[in-house]
Antibody, heavy 120, light 113 residues
Framework: QITLKESGPTLVKPTQTLTLTCTFS??????????VGWIRQPPGKALEWLAL???????RYSPSLKSRLTITKDTSKNQVVLTMTNMDPVDTATYYC????????????WGQGTLVTVSS | QSVLTQPPSVSGAPGQRVTISCTGS?????????VHWYQQLPGTAPKLLIY???NRPSGVPDRFSGSKSGTSASLAITGLQAEDEADYYC?????????????FGGGTKLTVL
């Protein structure tokens, strides 16, 4: 079955760069049509899509955060990495990675999420 | 402010029927993109509830149904149960000039009275 799990720091300082890793199993990011995305959720607030990477290494970013985000994949390790630069306290959120349903536009499997707090 | 608009809260008694609306625009729902719904139980990750406007993944009870018309969509829950108390989010795809991206609603908190 498909599983995903996020990992990374729980606390980062303002202006620092955040690096999160999504380690998954049950599918391959080298298979046509597969994609993995990142979504975040500030405490008590709504979900916000951040980025997505396709099996062919094509990438999509949230227009409002594009300048700060980089998404990459390591197919051999079954991992997707998201980096976000210049972190600010407003970036405090639970960050989720999710499997995009193959060739569709929804997310059918989600990781448990990891809470990242931005504070000095 | 979310691209898709949902009511902040809805409530209903056990056994009742409730609906949650999701309003978009001509660059997302109105452009023909499907609407998907997620259920987020307290302290857990979102779970896909409805995909492609009205389809239920395996294991989702048929008490949950979705529909779409024009620039809006709705999630209906019949035979409300205490375990349905959760946050519900709609999601679609937006092709505005700023760039294509996945968009979510602001979420609706369902309270079972």
């Amino acid at each position: 079955q498909i599983t995903l799990k996020e990992s990374g720091p729980t606390l980062v300082k303002p202006t620092q760069t955040l690096t999160l890793t999504c380690t998954f199993s049950g599918f391959s990011l080298s298979t046509s049509g597969v994609a993995v995305g990142w979504i975040r959720q500030p405490p008590g607030k709504a979900l916000e899509w951040l980025a997505l990477i396709y099996w062919d290494d094509d990438k999509r970013y949230s227009p409002s955060l594009k300048s700060r985000l980089t998404i990459t994949k390591d197919t051999s390790k079954n991992q997707v990495v998201l980096t976000m630069t210049n972190m600010d306290p407003v970036d405090t959120a639970t960050y989720y990675c999710a499997h995009r349903r193959t060739n569709q536009l929804d997310f059918d499997y989600w990781g448990q999420g990891t809470l990242v707090t931005v504070s000095s | 402010q979310s691209v898709l608009t949902q009511p902040p809260s809805v409530s209903g008694a056990p056994g009742q029927r409730v609906t949650i609306s999701c309003t978009g625009s001509s660059s997302n729902i109105g452009a023909g993109y499907d609407v998907h719904w997620y259920q987020q139980l307290p302290g857990t990750a979102p779970k896909l509830l409805i995909y492609g406007n009205s389809n239920r993944p395996s294991g989702v009870p048929d008490r949950f149904s979705g529909s779409k018309s024009g620039t809006s969509a709705s999630l209906a829950i019949t035979g409300l149960q205490a375990e349905d108390e959760a946050d519900y989010y709609c999601q679609s795809y937006d092709s505005s000039l700023s760039g294509p991206n996945w968009v979510f609603g602001g979420g609706t908190k369902l309270t079972v009275l």
